[in-house]
């Protein structure tokens, strides 16, 4: 099993950065493919990036490429997305999530899910 907790998110101008960081208990977690997704207001949860569990491939959805970039540390067993030129419609609550198998983009592929952590950009 694994637990995820997020950090890093609150409030910044349009333009700024963020890095948001997960970190995940256990010893397995160079087991898994890990993936950010986020949710705004009134919209559902949508997949941002992701990695596979050697950190050797990423996937990021068109609207944050250029911008975002996910990556990882296994021996720390941390995630982290770098968040830059952010604008307010980043606007979300983050969410790690961790994937044993399946299409990386695909929420039921994700076992394991953190709690999430804002972020707010304004305008």
């Known amino acids: 099993q694994v637990q995820l907790v997020e950090s890093g998110g609150g409030l910044v101008q349009a333009g700024g950065s963020l890095r948001l960081t997960c970190a995940a208990s256990?010893?397995?977690?160079?087991?898994?493919?890990m993936g950010w997704f986020r949710q705004a207001p009134g919209k559902e949860r949508e997949f941002a990036a992701a990695i596979t569990w050697s950190g050797g491939t990423t996937y990021h959805i068109d609207s944050v490429k250029g911008r975002f970039s996910i990556s990882r540390d296994n021996g720390e067993n941390t995630l982290y997305l770098q968040m830059n030129s952010l604008k307010p419609e980043d606007t979300a609550v983050y969410y790690c999530?961790?994937?044993?198998?399946?299409?990386?983009?695909?929420?039921?592929?994700?076992?394991?899910w953190g709690q999430g952590t804002q972020v707010t950009v304004s305008s």
């Open positions: 256990g010893r397995t977690f160079s087991m898994y493919a």
């Open positions: 999530a961790a994937s044993r198998g399946g299409y990386y983009r695909d929420i039921q592929s994700y076992e394991y």
